[in-house]
């Protein structure tokens, strides 16, 4: 069965520490790995796709990575802008849909 | 401004009833989804559509219907039939039908709750 595993749960940075996200993933194939950002009672916005181990995409102070195994989501000198929800999810080589992880609770203090 | 309109934003139910949930796109996307967000959990697929008049379900379907008549347009009713129906419900649409397409671009979401 496929899988989507995020760590930690949740984290909490005060403003200019640096910290990475996880995501784990279990599939039968990967056709592609996803960053989604959700604020509070919103919808996710996407953030990132990655496709193959060694890719890495950059956008502003995120930077997301990925391995044969996992993705890592690195926030540089994070911001209170960057309080929010981080979802990762997968789309199997034998699928047609996303596979949701259950997402790191980012909150970023003063 | 292009993008995904979902209505009602909050929805109250009593047990028994159907509602629908409305979801209306403006960014000339063939496929549309819907998913159910609950606390602790994974976004879980509910229906989705890749073409006008077809739709297939996803992992959590019972209960729930769907219909795509317009490319605009991809309801959601949630029928008497969900057993736990109080959840936060996202709507989503995607330029490609394939498969490959991860870049799913969401609405608001509509919160149902059921008394």
């Known amino acids: 069965e496929d899988q989507v595993t995020q760590s930690p749960e949740a984290l909490r940075l005060q403003e200019g520490e640096s910290s990475s996200l996880n995501c784990s993933y279990t599939?039968?194939?990967?056709?592609?790995l996803f960053w989604y950002r959700q604020d509070p009672g919103k919808g996710p916005e996407f953030l990132f796709t990655?496709?193959?181990a060694g890719e890495e995409k950059e956008k502003e102070r995120l930077k997301a990575t990925l391995t044969k195994k996992e993705s890592f989501l690195h926030i540089t000198a994070p911001k209170p802008e960057d309080s929010a929800t981080y979802l990762c999810a997968v789309v199997p080589g034998t699928a047609s849909k996303l596979t949701f992880g259950t997402g790191t609770r980012l909150q970023v203090t003063l | 401004d292009g993008g995904i309109t979902q209505s009602p934003k909050y929805l109250f139910r009593k047990e028994g009833q159907n509602v629908t949930l409305s979801c209306e796109q403006n960014l000339n996307h063939d496929a549309m989804y819907w998913y159910r967000q609950d606390p602790g959990q994974g976004l879980r697929l509910i229906y989705y559509?890749?073409?006008?008049?077809?739709?297939q379900k996803g992992d959590i379907a019972e209960g729930y219907s769907v219909s795509r008549e317009k490319k605009e347009s991809f309801p959601l009713t949630v029928t008497s039939a969900q057993k736990n129906p109080t959840a936060f419900y996202l709507c989503?649409?995607?330029?490609?039908?394939?498969?490959?397409?991860?870049?799913?671009?969401f609405g608001e979401g509509s919160r149902l709750t059921v008394l």
């Open positions: 559509s890749q073409i006008v008049n077809d739709f």
């Open positions: 599939v039968s194939g990967l056709r592609g």
């Open positions: 989503a649409s995607s330029r490609r039908t394939s498969g490959g397409t991860g870049e799913l671009f």
């Open positions: 990655l496709y193959s």
